[in-house]
C-alpha cells in the first residue's frame, strides 16, 4: 500500500518563474490538501481539493492555484515566485470514516527561490 | 480562525518523561491531532482526540480537555530516536487543519 508520494523531492528556482508541484494521495483516500512550512514553522493551510474541487482556502494569494484530477492526484501551481516562498511544500491526503478525518503526509518538495 | 499555543523547546534525558502542552482558541473543532516531525522529514501522525480524556498508544499518549482548549502528549521512556519536533494541530468546524509552530524535543543520554 503506497503512502503519500510528491514529486519533484528538490526543486531551485529564481525570482518570477513559475513552478508546479505534484502529489498522489494514499491508496483509497480522496481529498488531497497542500500546506507551506516555512523553517522552524508549523504547516500553514494553501488549500484543499475534494471531487475535483477547491472546498477549502487558506490565506495565500492567487498566485498559488491548484488542481485536482480525477484519480485523486494533485497539482500546486504558484505564479511569479517570490523569495518568500522558499518552503517544504506538503501534501497530505484523507479520507473521512465515521466523522472522523486524519491526514497522512508525503515526503514534501523542498523549493529555493533564487 | 485558530489560536495554537506550544512551547518552543523541552530537554529531557533518556529513559524519562516530557510532557507538551498545547492550548488553542478555535471558532470549531473536528479533533485535534499530534504529529511528530523529525529534521528534513514529512510529519508522522501520532495520535487524534476529538472527546475528553485520555488515548494511549504505546509509549505516547495525548489528552483533551474541550471545556479549558487544552491537550498535551505525553512521551514516556524517552528514547534518542524520539528527538523531533511535535506539532500539535486543530481541525476546525471546517475541516482545515491549523498547526501550531512545533516544539523541539531533544533527549539527552
Known amino acids: 500500500d503506497a503512502g503519500v508520494t510528491q514529486s519533484p523531492t528538490h526543486l531551485i528556482k529564481t525570482r518570477g518563474q513559475q513552478v508546479t508541484l505534484r502529489c498522489s494521495p494514499k491508496?483509497?483516500?480522496?481529498?488531497v490538501s497542500w500546506y507551506q512550512q516555512a523553517l522552524g514553522q508549523g504547516p500553514q493551510f494553501i488549500f484543499q481539493?475534494?471531487?475535483?474541487?477547491?472546498?477549502q482556502r487558506g490565506n495565500f494569494p492567487d498566485r498559488f492555484s491548484g488542481h485536482q484530477f480525477p484519480n485523486y492526484s494533485s497539482e500546486l501551481n504558484v505564479n511569479a515566485l517570490l523569495l518568500g516562498d522558499s518552503a517544504l511544500y506538503l501534501c497530505?491526503?484523507?479520507?473521512?470514516?465515521?466523522?472522523?478525518?486524519?491526514?497522512?503526509f508525503g515526503p514534501g518538495t523542498r523549493l529555493l527561490v533564487l | 480562525g485558530q489560536n495554537i499555543d506550544q512551547p518552543t523547546e523541552m530537554t529531557a534525558t533518556e529513559g524519562a518523561i516530557v510532557q507538551i502542552n498545547c492550548t488553542y482558541q478555535t471558532s470549531g473543532f473536528n479533533g485535534l491531532f499530534w504529529y511528530q516531525q523529525h529534521a528534513g522529514e514529512a510529519p508522522t501522525f501520532l495520535s487524534y482526540?476529538?472527546?475528553?480524556g485520555l488515548e494511549e498508544k504505546g509509549r505516547f499518549s495525548s489528552f483533551l480537555s474541550r471545556s479549558k482548549g487544552y491537550s498535551y502528549l505525553l512521551l514516556k521512556e524517552l528514547q534518542m530516536k524520539d528527538s523531533a519536533s511535535y506539532l500539535c494541530a486543530v481541525m476546525g468546524s471546517d475541516y482545515k487543519l491549523s498547526f501550531g509552530a512545533g516544539t523541539t524535543v531533544t533527549v539527552r543520554a
Open positions: 491508496s483509497g483516500h480522496d481529498t
Open positions: 497530505a491526503s484523507s479520507l473521512v470514516l465515521a466523522g472522523r478525518e486524519t491526514q497522512y
Open positions: 481539493y475534494y471531487e475535483e474541487e477547491e472546498r
Open positions: 482526540n476529538v472527546l475528553d
